[in-house]
């Protein structure tokens, strides 16, 4: 079947302006996460979504990154009045229970973001 | 707090040999899952190996097997007969239970750039 989709896969834009990412995960998987994948950071976790719990948002770096996830499906990551720190590649990945360690985290192709 | 390492930044492999990454965990949960993920130059992560801490004998999938010390806290992984397409970057991850205050995400490795030489 069809596996995790990003939206887009390049984005560049200017510093001061909101950006907004998306991820389609693969169908039936009620698990979410978001990473950030950078040169001097390495893979970060950002946020995470369980059903319909409210989201673990312990990795999100200041307030000006926030993630919906509607419908228990789709998400969104925007980062608003973007930086040039925040440059990265923005990987989402999905999984189909969140019971525990035995989970498998699928990833996408990733949203390459560049602040100018 | 989790933690996982490895220490090699980068390997080259001869084409049909075998090769064995590195990968050392730290983490105080009793309950955890360990994960090797393939980062080709695409940039798309790869799931590729998953070793539960509870399993008792070292998980294997076609050509990459992974070598679980629990007490040493070490899960390498075996990629035998090397190809060219293996030419990527490889990371370790890790995952805890509930116990551990885990809160679901994976805990990576700086990751290990393999280069298969023909």
């Known amino acids: 079947g069809a596996g995790v989709s990003q939206s887009p896969s390049n984005k560049v834009t200017e510093k001061g302006k909101d950006v907004e990412l998306r991820c389609d995960p693969i169908s039936g998987h009620t698990a979410l996460y978001w990473y950030r994948q950078s040169l001097g950071q390495g893979l970060e976790f950002l946020i995470y979504?369980?059903?319909?719990?409210?989201?673990?948002k312990s990795g999100l770096p200041s307030d000006r990154f926030s993630a919906e996830r509607t419908g228990g499906s789709v998400s969104t990551l925007t980062i608003q009045r973007t930086q040039q720190e925040d440059s990265a590649v923005y990987l989402c990945a999905s999984s189909s229970t969140s019971g525990g360690f035995t989970d498998t985290q699928y990833f996408g192709p990733g949203t390459r973001l560049t602040v100018l | 707090a989790q933690k996982i390492t490895q220490t090699q930044p980068g390997m080259f492999v001869q084409e049909k040999e075998a090769v064995t990454l590195d990968c050392t965990y730290d983490?105080?949960?009793?309950?955890?899952?360990l994960f090797w993920y393939k980062q080709p130059s695409s940039g798309e992560m790869i799931f590729l190996i998953y070793?539960?801490?509870?399993?008792?004998q070292n998980a294997t999938e076609g050509r990459y097997s992974l070598n679980f010390q629990k007490a040493r806290k070490s899960a390498n992984l075996v990629i035998s007969a090397s190809q060219l397409g293996d030419s990527a970057m490889y990371f370790c991850a890790m995952r805890g239970g509930a116990y551990g205050g885990s809160q679901g995400n994976l805990i990576f490795g700086k990751g290990t750039k393999l280069s298969v030489k023909p």
């Open positions: 070793q539960g801490s509870y399993d008792q």
């Open positions: 983490t105080s949960d009793p309950s955890y899952g």
């Open positions: 979504f369980q059903g319909n719990s409210a989201p673990d």
